[in-house]
């Protein structure tokens, strides 16, 4: 007997969190539910083609109605489900998976938020389930990289990761596509992050030390700056066990100086200003302006690279590691290298939390796996992972 499965917010994402459940989670049953019954519909009917058997079911769902949420969930004999609707529903998700005993996992967006869901760790361990918030690419699949990359060493020191979704092709002026919402993008712009220097945790603020990264081609050099959010939980999870823990995020030569522009004139901010007589917050106007211009057209492809340098003992000497991730749109089933890496992490997790591998409880996402069990998964997929030793 396989796993029942459900898809909260069955969008990009979480279509491509369905398709890989459907391809490697001993699944029964995905329920693929959204607010928007049409997407859900036409989303399940996609993943039952791919896959070549009638999998996915849609329905449509309301999830700020727990009660319903909850209904879902048990009537489906749901195991673990993925939650793809904004990050500021997840609160409310995480109780009703303790109510309805499903394990959890979701894309995330918010450190604070991802935090109070940890929170709810006695109440998980009662209902037997886990929560494991803050999946995707970054966070997400960089945590679990980050935790690979520790289980290297007998001793890890430092843990310096960059990452980055870009276009295959790069086109004037911006040089960048978006294959998510541009709320993500802006989000990540705004605001701090946290790192680890010197062991202690610190808040480090968007673009800031930035760097030029040379990657092997067809990649070639990227610049790389500080964003918003990327390292999660991480700071307290190895806090006194590593003396730097970063994460930058990487992009084609030119989009730092435009965007540290923007968020220089305010414009990436949240508080209204007036304008000719009305208020508007300056991100709305940025977004409706700016956003139907980096939209990818159908015809873009896009990239996702994901590097973490390590440094520590091993095998009694000290030595320095690079592991390289990079995906591609993948032609064969139309997914985006960003849907690829957001929504195969979640699902990755989500496999794992069904078929009982995971802790119980909440159980922050660099812990849920284990880096070689996850390199693994990786692997099993296809992904181009390299790993290179540097004395």
Same mark, same amino acid.
């Given at each position: 007997?396989?796993?029942?499965?459900?898809?909260?917010?069955?969008?990009?994402?979480?279509?491509?969190?369905?398709?890989?459940?459907?391809?490697?989670?001993?699944?029964?049953?995905?329920?693929?539910?959204?607010? *928007?019954?049409?997407?859900?519909?036409?989303?399940?009917?996609?993943?039952?083609?791919?896959?070549? &058997?009638?999998?996915?079911?849609?329905?449509?769902?309301?999830?700020?109605?727990?009660?319903?949420?909850?209904?879902?969930?048990?009537?489906?004999?749901?195991?673990?489900?993925?939650?793809?609707?904004?990050?500021?529903?997840?609160?409310?998700?995480? &109780?009703?998976?303790? &109510?309805?005993?499903?394990?959890?996992?979701?894309?995330?967006?918010?450190?604070?938020?991802?935090?109070?869901?940890?929170?709810? *760790?006695?109440?998980?361990?009662?209902?037997?389930?886990?929560?494991?918030?803050?999946?995707?690419?970054?966070?997400?699949?960089?945590?679990?990289?980050?935790?690979?990359?520790?289980?290297?060493?007998?001793?890890?020191?430092?843990?310096?990761? /960059?990452?980055?979704?870009?276009?295959?092709?790069?086109?004037?002026?911006?040089?960048?596509?978006?294959?998510?919402? !541009?709320?993500?993008?802006?989000?990540? /712009?705004?605001?701090?992050?946290?790192? !680890?220097?010197?062991?202690?945790?610190?808040?480090?603020?968007?673009?800031?030390?930035?760097?030029?990264?040379?990657?092997?081609?067809?990649?070639?050099?990227?610049?790389?700056?500080?964003?918003?959010?990327?390292?999660?939980?991480?700071?307290?999870?190895?806090?006194?066990?590593?003396?730097?823990?970063?994460?930058?995020?990487?992009?084609?030569?030119?989009?730092?100086?435009?965007?540290?522009?923007?968020?220089?004139?305010?414009?990436?901010?949240?508080?209204?200003?007036?304008?000719?007589?009305?208020?508007?917050? %300056? &991100?709305?106007?940025?977004?409706?302006?700016?956003? %139907?211009?980096?939209?990818?057209?159908?015809?873009?492809?896009?990239?996702?690279?994901?590097?973490?340098?390590?440094?520590?003992?091993?095998?009694?000497?000290?030595?320095?590691?690079?592991?390289?991730?990079?995906?591609? /749109?993948?032609?064969?089933?139309?997914?985006?290298?960003?849907?690829?890496?957001?929504?195969?992490?979640?699902?990755?997790?989500?496999?794992?939390?069904?078929?009982?591998?995971?802790?119980?409880?909440?159980?922050?996402?660099?812990?849920?796996?284990?880096?070689?069990?996850?390199?693994?998964?990786?692997?099993?997929?296809?992904? *181009?992972?390299?790993?290179?030793?540097?004395?």
């Amino acid at each position: 007997m396989g796993y029942r499965y459900a898809i909260l917010g069955s969008g990009r994402q979480g279509t491509a969190s369905a398709y890989d459940i459907a391809r490697f989670g001993e699944a029964d049953l995905i329920v693929m539910a959204d607010a *928007d019954l049409a997407q859900a519909e036409r989303n399940a009917v996609r993943v039952n083609r791919l896959i070549g &058997r009638e999998i996915a079911r849609p329905t449509q769902i309301d999830v700020r109605d727990s009660g319903a949420v909850v209904r879902l969930l048990t009537e489906n004999g749901i195991q673990a489900f993925v939650s793809g609707v904004p990050y500021f529903y997840n609160l409310d998700l995480a &109780r009703a998976a303790i &109510r309805a005993r499903a394990s959890m996992t979701d894309f995330g967006g918010n450190t604070d938020l991802t935090r109070q869901q940890l929170a709810l *760790d006695a109440e998980a361990k009662a209902a037997g389930i886990t929560l494991t918030p803050d999946c995707g690419q970054v966070p997400g699949l960089g945590n679990s990289l980050c935790a690979y990359t520790i289980s290297l060493f007998d001793e890890a020191w430092d843990i310096l990761m /960059y990452d980055g979704g870009i276009p295959q092709n790069p086109e004037p002026p911006w040089n960048y596509i978006l294959t998510f919402n !541009i709320e993500g993008l802006t989000n990540e /712009y705004f605001g701090t992050t946290i790192f !680890i220097r010197d062991g202690q945790p610190m808040e480090m603020t968007c673009f800031q030390e930035y760097e030029l990264v040379d990657f092997p081609e067809p990649v070639g050099q990227l610049e790389a700056f500080t964003t918003a959010g990327g390292t999660s939980t991480m700071p307290w999870t190895y806090a006194g066990k590593l003396r730097t823990l970063q994460n930058k995020t990487v992009r084609w030569p030119g989009h730092f100086a435009q965007w540290k522009t923007f968020s220089d004139a305010g414009l990436i901010d949240l508080e209204p200003v007036e304008v000719d007589g009305q208020r508007v917050i %300056p &991100r709305h106007l940025l977004h409706a302006v700016l956003g %139907p211009k980096l939209y990818a057209r159908p015809d873009q492809r896009d990239l996702v690279v994901v590097r973490v340098v390590g440094r520590g003992i091993r095998d009694g000497r000290e030595a320095q590691v690079v592991v390289d991730l990079f995906d591609w /749109y993948d032609e064969a089933t139309g997914f985006t290298a960003m849907e690829r890496t957001t929504g195969w992490h979640a699902a990755i997790i989500s496999q794992a939390q069904a078929r009982g591998q995971t802790p119980r409880g909440g159980v922050p996402v660099e812990l849920a796996v284990p880096g070689p069990a996850f390199a693994e998964e990786l692997r099993k997929r296809g992904f *181009d992972l390299r790993v290179e030793w540097k004395s």
